[in-house]
C-alpha cells in the first residue's frame, strides 16, 4: 500500500500519536482503582518515567503503544512504507531505550511491568495481569470460572472393518 502523505505530512502525522493519556493507559488505571490501589502518576525521578508508580508495593508499570515500542504482535512488527528505514531505526531505539530503563528500574529495586497497548483490548485479562502482578489479586477478579464443563474425550474402539478376504 502506497503513502499518501507526503513525507512532511507524515512525520507531522507520526508526531502526533501521542504517548500519554491514552486508551490503554486509562483503563490500566481504572483498573487499579478498582482493585482499591493507589498509585501515582508519571514519577519524573524513576528512569523512564513509569506511567504508574506503587511506591508501598516497589513496583512500576509502564504502559506501552504497541507501534512505537515495537510489541511482537501485528501492530508492533508493522512498518510504514515511507521512510521505513529512518522509523525503524527510530523504534528500534526506543526498544533498546525502553529495556535500558526496566534494566535500571530492576537495579534500584523495583518490579517493572509493561502492559501493551493490544491487552487492553481483553479487560478482564489485563485485570488479572495487574491484580497479580501488584499482588492484590482476589478470587472475584479473577478470569470467570468456565461455565461449560470441559469435553473430555473418550477413546473410541478401533473401527472393526471387515477383513477382505484375499482372493
Ligand atoms: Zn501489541
Known amino acids: 500500500m502506497a503513502d499518501t502523505l507526503t513525507p512532511a505530512q507524515r512525520s507531522k502525522c507520526m508526531a502526533a500519536i501521542r504517548c500519554k493519556d491514552t486508551k490503554p493507559e486509562k483503563l490500566a488505571r481504572s483498573i487499579v482503582h478498582g482493585l482499591g490501589l493507589r498509585f501515582r502518576l508519571h514519577a519524573p525521578a524513576l528512569p523512564g518515567?513509569?506511567?504508574?508508580v506503587f511506591h508501598s508495593r516497589r513496583a512500576v508499570v509502564f504502559v506501552h503503544g504497541c507501534y512505537w515500542h515495537q510489541h511482537g504482535c501485528k501492530r508492533g512488527r508493522s512498518t510504514p512504507v515511507v521512510n521505513a528505514a529512518f522509523w525503524r531505526k527510530k523504534r528500534a531505539a526506543n526498544k533498546a531505550r525502553d529495556a535500558a530503563q526496566r534494566r535500571e528500574l530492576r537495579l534500584l529495586g523495583?518490579?517493572?511491568?509493561?502492559?501493551?497497548e493490544c491487552q487492553a483490548r481483553d479487560p478482564v485479562a489485563l485485570r488479572a495481569r495487574?491484580?497479580?502482578f501488584?499482588?492484590?489479586m482476589n478470587p472475584q477478579w479473577a478470569r470467570p470460572a468456565r461455565t461449560r464443563p470441559r469435553r473430555t474425550w473418550k477413546r473410541r474402539p478401533l473401527a472393526q472393518s471387515p477383513r477382505r478376504k484375499r482372493t
Open 134 to 136: 501488584l499482588g492484590a
Open 130 to 132: 495487574l491484580g497479580n
Open 110 to 116: 523495583w518490579r517493572v511491568l509493561v502492559v501493551w
Open 49 to 52: 518515567k513509569p506511567d504508574l
